[in-house]
């Protein structure tokens, strides 16, 4: 985002904006609020955000013990569904093996 402020920053201030919008919008507690943003974070791997989140959570009056039900909660969600699209992908593994299917990457 750093970039993006010096050399784009209407885009950044539109950011700010939209998170003043939610904070006004908003139809769910702050403790939720931080629970979703902290998952989100999760996966999407963002440290800034995860320290973010969990700090957050903690002033909105979250335990850790919650915080590690979340993070339990997004690694096994993440599991499935990475293992379903694997599975999906790996569907036709016997014409793979065959030599039938390819990845359609340049060679």
């Not at 939720?32 to 996966?43: E, H, M, N, R, V």
Request: charged letters at 25%; one cysteine or more.
């Amino acid at each position: 985002m750093r970039m993006l402020a010096e050399f784009f920053p209407e885009f950044s201030q539109n950011l700010d904006e939209i998170d003043e919008l939610y904070k006004e919008k908003r139809f769910i507690d702050e403790k939720t609020y931080q629970f979703i943003c902290f998952a989100l974070s999760i996966k999407a791997r963002s440290k800034p955000c995860v320290l973010k989140h969990f700090q957050g959570a903690l002033d909105a009056g979250a335990t850790v013990e919650e915080l590690s039900y979340i993070l339990a909660l997004v690694m096994r969600e993440a599991a499935g569904a990475d293992d379903c699209w694997t599975h999906d992908v790996l569907g036709n593994w016997k014409e793979i093996l065959k030599g039938n299917v390819g990845c359609g990457c340049p060679t």
